[in-house]
């Protein structure tokens, strides 16, 4: 039997001894009349030696104690912080006080009634007088210096990394804070909040494969949605002319640093607007969230980062001829560009259209240098299959995405509203699917139906949530910013 096999035999004994006692270790309500933070600023001017005569009850979990003979110092925390408790055989009387010890363990939670103190040190503490058992923890928690360091434990238990782990559960709390100024960013300028399918009968808004479910009763294969896109325009169509959702996108694609399957996007709608306008949304959103966080200059993984508008705008043609002499303009075609390419020596896998060995090139020797704050724009037509084309260069279409700290944070364009471009667009996109490209989008007559009925000049903007967290608490891989990421199943010792 294992230690901690051992601990929690032992804590099932002290169990069944409470309820041998009469005693429920699970209760079902407790008394609270004040959280740890409620009671600092109430009490925030009790002098150093002083008592209150009032009472109060206070509940938390038991994360410390110091025994000192017949008096023990406890260290009890809630969801918003950390209060001492003092306990003494005076106050309880030698049998409760001895019960305590002994049934009690770190990680249980507990309910104290007491007078408020502050100790001779200045520590504000609850004189203990009456104390419940709220939940009998059978497990022990991770040791209190040590913590939980395994970072796939941290993973996988993240109840635990929460607990013994003040960082992480810093990051959540920033992660909230991010998502609620963008909320109020976004209505504040008059963006309505909506909510589109999460199933789709066809899965459409990027490129992307898909998640497969079935609906029985409906006897129809459905999707789990890999972008909102096609059904926020909708509601252009219908008369809305500012939109936005906060919500879940699903792609059946690899796990690493930057992706997870199941990640959280804001996407937004603006009609009347193009891609210009998208990008300054875009800044002084990102802005406002660097302010409420204090973060106007942050720092990612060593390097310092000034997030001040304006940022860099920088076409993709400029990007590569900065990064790689490559002039893509100068290389109309699929193959004088990969010629180009071996020519001078860039390591790239070779792609079947000009417009992916473009991309391709920009994700390898463009994107990892892109720190400062920077619209990268203008992409090629043929990977963009939903953006309107640029009038003076109709290979290429108003389209940006923005980077910092290296990142992708994005996507955004100018968004195509010809109904019959964008019917030819997908047919392109379908004859690229029956070449084998799974992430070919599909074609979805219901959406060039709405279309058809007139959508104005519209920009759209994308940003993930778990990027923009990753970027302001500094966090190396997605799976640090997600609360419960997925994993590959746990291997079982053999």
Known sequence: MSAEERLREERLRKLEDLRRRGIEPYPARCERTHTAQQLHERFANLPPGEETDEHVWVAGRVMGRRVLGKASFWDLRDGTGRIQLLLSQDALGEERYELLLRDVDLGDFLGAYGRVVRTRRGELSVRVEDYRVLAKALRPLPEKWHGLKDQEARYRQRYLDLLVNEPSRKTFETRSRIVRTMRRFLDERGFLEVETPILQPIYGGTAARPFTTYHNELEQTLYLRIAPELYLKRLLI?????????????????????????????????????????????????????????????????????????????????????????????????????????????????????????????????????????????????????????????????????????????????????????????????????????????????????????????????????????????????????????????QEPS
């Open 238 to 490: 219908g008369g809305f002319e500012r939109v936005y959702e906060i919500g879940k996108n699903f792609r059946n694609e690899g796990i690493s640093t930057r992706h997870n399957p199941e990640f959280t996007m804001l996407e937004c709608y603006q009609a009347y607007a193009d891609y210009n306008d998208m990008m300054e949304l875009a800044e002084q959103m990102i802005y406002a969230i660097a302010q409420e966080l204090g973060l106007e200059r942050l720092s990612y993984q060593e390097h310092t980062i000034d997030l001040t508008p304006p940022w860099r705008r920088l076409t993709l043609r400029e990007a590569l001829l900065e990064h790689t002499g490559l002039d893509i303009e100068a290389l109309p075609t699929h193959e004088a560009l990969w010629e180009a390419v071996q020519r001078k020596g860039l390591f790239v896998d070779e792609q079947p259209t000009w417009g992916k060995l473009v991309d391709e090139l920009v994700s390898e020797y463009v994107e990892p240098r892109l720190i400062q704050p920077t619209f990268l724009l203008d992409y090629p037509r043929e990977i963009s299959p939903l953006a309107k084309a640029k009038p003076t260069a109709p290979h290429l279409v108003e389209r940006f995405e923005p980077f910092i700290g290296g990142l992708e944070l994005g996507n955004a364009f100018s968004e195509l509203n010809d109904p019959l471009d964008q019917r030819e667009r997908f047919k392109q996109q379908e004859e690229q699917r029956r070449r084998g490209d799974e992430e070919a989008h599909p074609l979805d007559e219901d959406f060039l139906l709405a279309l058809e009925y007139g959508m104005p000049p519209t920009g759209g903007l994308g940003i993930g949530v778990d990027r923009l967290v990753m970027l302001f608490t500094d966090a190396r891989s997605i799976r640090d910013v997600i609360l419960f990421p997925a994993l590959r199943p746990k």
